[in-house]
């Protein structure tokens, strides 16, 4: 895995191992991005949120491209572990700040913060993504022209929209589905 574009385009990212494990492959994320730079002005100065981040691979693809900050919140360990020294092999360490904890419990202690671009990979078949997208909406984390980018198995329902957010497209990459929303017009 490595990263696309932007001022760390080509370096190797380190990430897990083992059968249970779905980086994002790079065709997903390039795909992923360039919709995102198609309703984007730019990556300029965005906020960044990076949910069940994993290796960190989506907020760093955003530190990269000119995100202001990110926020990776993961409860394991090793995850904590691997966006850490990602970040540094990166030299973005200064601009990414890392919460280990339970993304459902953690939520709610970003109150009255706001991201432009949110990244959610819940675990697949898990129901977690509909019920952290209702979280977002209710926890109001969204900027107001900011986009959600939800990353689940195709073979599960489609996630359900929230008051005050609406889904924009779903698309489908293999395995992957990838669902954008926003904000309710």
Known sequence: MRVISGTARGHRLATFTGRDVRPTPDRV????????????????????????????????????????????????????????????????????????????????RLAGEKYDLIFMDPPYHSGLAERVLQQLAEADLLAEAG???????????????????QRLLERRFGRVRIEFFTHED
Do not use: Q, W, Y
């Open 147 to 165: 986009l959600i980018v939800v990353e689940t198995d195709r073979k599960e329902p489609p996630t359900g929209a929230p008051l005050r957010l």
């Open 29 to 108: 994320r390039e795909a992923v991005f360039n919709m995102l730079a198609s309703r984007l002005d730019s990556f300029d100065d965005c906020r960044v949120l990076d949910l069940f981040a994993g290796s960190g691979a989506m907020g760093i693809e955003a530190l990269s491209r000119g995100a202001r900050e990110a926020l990776f919140i993961d409860n394991g360990a090793t995850a904590a572990r691997i966006v850490g020294k990602n970040l540094a092999h990166c030299r973005m360490s200064d601009r990414g700040r890392l919460l280990r904890a339970d993304v459902v419990k953690s939520l709610g």
